[in-house]
C-alpha cells in the first residue's frame, strides 16, 4: 500500500472549547485532529462545527477505541460509523492506536499495551487489514505509554512497530512523548526506539506533556510538552525530514492563545531542526 | 499464556477493587528500573476507577 505521505504542517487537537474562537479568528493553526468518537452522532452542535472547521482546515481523524488488538471481534458498526465519518469530512488519514481498550465483555477506558509476541503480531496484522479494507485506506497506529510489560516479549516495541508495518501496510503515528514516558519507565534509549522504526511509514508526530513523578512518567497529556521531549521531537526531525506535528492536549485545557503559543514553539523548533537537517544533508 | 488469557487476566485486574493484582498475573509482567509491576499495575487501575467512576456519575 504504498503512497506518498503530505506534510500538513503543523496542527492542533479539535476541542470543543475552542471551537468558537476558532471559527471567529481562523487562527494560525496549519490544521486539526478530531476525536472520531466526538462525532459519531446524528446532527447536533458538534457536527455543525466540525463541518465549518472542515470546510476552513485539513482535517485528520484519530479514535481511540478501535480496541485492535483486542480479544474480542471488531466492531464493524463501529468502523462502518467511521467510513461514514470519513466520507462526510475528508480526512488526510484516520488513525488510531496499537493497543487494546476493550477486553471480553468491558469497555476498559485505556489503551492498554500489548505483550510484543508473534501472536500479537499475527492478530493484530490480520486486524488491520480488516479495517483497512473497510475504511479503504491504509490505518494510522499510533505507539502507547506503558507502565509494565510482558515477560513474554518476543520483540522490542520498535520490532513488533516495524514488523506490523510491513505485514499490515499500516502506518505509524509516532507520539514523540509516549516514546519518551515508556523509555523512562521500562529503562529503554528513546533515540534507539525512533531512529529503528522504518522511515517511509511515519506519517505524523505527536506531542503533548505528562506528569514526572521521578521514579516513573505517567502520560497525562495536560501539561505542556517538556524540554527532553522537544529535544528528542527536533531530533526526530533531523532524522526523517518534514512530518506533519499535532501538538495534542487532552485535559487541563488552557486559553487558546497559550496552545498557539506551544505550537508556534513547536515550529520554531521544527523548522530549525529541519535547517540543521539540510546543511548535513 | 495466550494473549487472550493474559488480556483476561489484565481486564479482571482492572475490574477487581483492589489495585494489588494477583500474584499469577504480576508473575507474567516486567516493570522497569525505578517502576515496579505492583505500581505499574496500580496506575492503568487508578486510571479505570477514575474514568468508570465518572461516567456513572
Known sequence: MAMSIPFLGYGLGLRNEYYEQILEQSPAVDWFEVISENYLVQGGKALYYLDAIAERYPLVMHGVSLSIGGPHALDTDYLKQIRQLAERIQPAWVSDHLCWSRGSAHQLHDLLPLPYTEESLYHVAARVRQVQDVLERPLVLENVSSYVRSKADEFTEWEFLNALAHLSGCQLLLDVNNVYVSSRNHGFDAWTFIRNLPPQSIRQLHLAGHMDYGDYVVDTHDHPVCDPVWDLYQQTLEHLGPVSTLLERADHFPPFEELLTELSKARELGAMALARRSLCA | ?57
Open chain 2, 1 to 57: 499464556m495466550r494473549l487472550t488469557d493474559w488480556q483476561l487476566a489484565f481486564e479482571q485486574h482492572l475490574l477487581s477493587e483492589t489495585p494489588v493484582a494477583n500474584s499469577g498475573f504480576a508473575a507474567t509482567l516486567l516493570g522497569g528500573p525505578t517502576l515496579d509491576v505492583d505500581t505499574g499495575l496500580a496506575i492503568y487501575h487508578n486510571a479505570y476507577i477514575s474514568v468508570a467512576g465518572r461516567l456513572a456519575a
